[in-house]
């Protein structure tokens, strides 16, 4: 029993302290604001997944066309477009 | 000791309140320090959870039968492995399993998934806490494992079904499946309530989600070889509705993997992937109701129980809240893009979805229509194996073939001539193999036949896909073609893992389709030396031995098996009968061929008083492939799961100064 209640008290003291933790560390806090990205931040993340995106079609295009799944005549046919589609992401991705 | 149990169990209920609560308050307000503080406290649940899981492991490994929950599931005699698993065998412990399971995964996710933005994960904390305070109030307030009695001199013993090494390994895998999809479900709601509704939430739990899909599906598989070696009717499936909970939380998380991977790369499907998220999470709590509230009668629900309108409230909330959630940022979840061709390979896997879904539907409604015609009309009416086989023909079949389909087709679109030159080898082996399975008599199953000419353009299609992937990336120079093979596979593991985990679709496919389509079943009543023939086996009973184990007597007929002249092997099925349950199991014997993949599956359906036996022996043929599907799976999953530095690399470019960290 007397175990029992030492290791019970033992976790209830380390639980609040873990949780007090924060403020026990930072009395006060000079910004306790919490931090989120900012809208040129979330921009820039927009254009990065964009960027991504369009060079991913145009790897997987070419993979593709490499393996015969796209003919020669379609793979004309949509190659400009995504290439146009990557160069514009990359600069606004860069921008 | 006990006390040391409920103290850390009220400790942790108070502390995932704290996560839910302080964790709302700090994200709403945007405190960082509070957010800080929410998220230790989760840290600190599962710490004291542990504590719990640790004094319940102790009473059992003591036979400590002063814990009601001891003395209901244990006996003296029970062999320590059985004893000790007896944790997740009734209600109470296997609550405390989710509830450990899940404080173990919200701990790891939170900690690692830090890609998925602070915002987010200070949204991700409260939603997660919240699950758990609704687990860990069942185990304080209403079902508690440390519930305490005057100890009786021994136990009641553990269901004889449940004493299978089985039993080690197949519930923590359900439960590392179903617990596992509440990752995905917290990020998701995270992201909706912060209103990011980029990508970040499903790059941080890509993993999460892929393991828990794995999880589940392998604990499914364990759960049919389980049934298959010790419930001892001859099958591995039964459309039982417990069965049914695992699966179709498993077939909303398959689709959700597939469509993912549309918005990954078109920015598309994201309100339907969402949806698919919160499916997925309410159908695998919806499986923890079916079996712990003992509504609906299955093999699995040990108990009733009075937890289920706790259960169907928190269903009936969740389902609500996550659907409001959804709908209130349904203008940020817009697309901007739109699917270019119905014959695409993004096409496929939204057909892919449809079905995948329909099938999820339509067991939900096969397992809630008794529960609904009972509430109706006052008689529950029953829905059986044809029900749930015209479904699984009617979209499984499709499926199957969608399977070979989608990688054969392109991104974006494809032409008809393209299409015509990398579908010919597949559809003429399929072709030649469907002609050859008819005219070697396998006509008998119009479905069988079906399921194997699918099943070989499925496999010609993958073989295919590898060959052309590798002569493609050799042609690139500086490789030969093993080294080809290995870049090809390590530069794109989830796809080429899929496809691995495609072939074990087929495996599973082909076993199914032969053990059920094309078996052979014969029931006779044998006396000492009397036989029967069984599809080209003949099958002797010598007689009965009977043996005393620990805590049953073993009655076991002896049975030789011959084919042709020669003799295969002496083969002891039976009965066990156990004493503290006060219980008869049947334990069946079976002679694997692993050349054909067959079994022949023997059972002493009943020992009678005169000597004699009523034997029922299956012969199963490709029986073998469903459980050699399961180690293919658990290899493509693992291909799939395998981190990828040059990915890393990217993403680590990507998200450099927009992931902020705390």
Redesign the interface.
Known sequence: ?SV??L??GL??V??VV??????LR?PV?S???????DAA??R???H???R??AL??LR??E??H??????D??YRT?VGDLRQRAAAALRQADG | MPDLGRAALVTSFLLLVYASAAGVFAAWHGRRRLAESAQNALIAAFASTTVAVVVLLTALARHDFSYSYVAQHTSRELPLGYTLTAFWGGQEGSLLLWLFVLCGYSVAAVLTARRAGREVIAWVVPVLGLIGSFFAMLLVFVASPFATQAAPADGAGLNPSLQNPYMAIHPPMLYLGYVGLTVPFAFAMGALLARRTDERWIVATRRWTLAAWAFLGVGQLLGAHWAYVEIGWGGYYAWDPVENAALMPWLAATAYLHSVMIQEKRGMLKVWNVLLVVLAFCLSIFGTFLTRSGIIQSIHSFTQSSIGPWFLGFICFITAASLALVFARLPLLRAKTRLESLVSREATFLYNNLLLVALALTILWGVIYPLVSEAVTGQAATVSKPYYNFFLHSFGLPLLLLMGIGPLVAWRRASLRALGRTFLWPVVAALAAGIGLLAAGAGSSRIGVIAYTFSVFVLASIVLEFARGTRARRALGGVGWGGAFTSLVSRNRRRYGGYVVHAAVVLLAIGVAGSSAYQTVRETRLHPGDSMNVAGNRVVFRGFDTKLEGNHRAIRANVDVYRGGDYLGRYRPGKNQYFAEDQVSNEVSIRHDLLTGGDLFMIADQVNADGSVDLKVLQKPLVNLIWLAGLVFVGGSLIALWPDAREERRLAERYEGVTVRA
Do not use: I, N
């Not at chain 1, 873990?18 to 403020?23: E, G, I, N, S, T």
């Not at chain 1, 490499?66 to 003919?71: C, E, F, P």
């Open positions: 029993m029992a209640l290791v019970g976790l209830a380390a639980s873990l949780v007090a933790a924060p403020f930072e806090a910004d306790d604001r919490l931090l989120q990205p931040q979330r820039r993340l927009a990065a997944e964009e991504d995106r991913d079609a997987e295009l993979f593709d490499r393996t015969g799944k796209v003919s005549e379609d949509q």
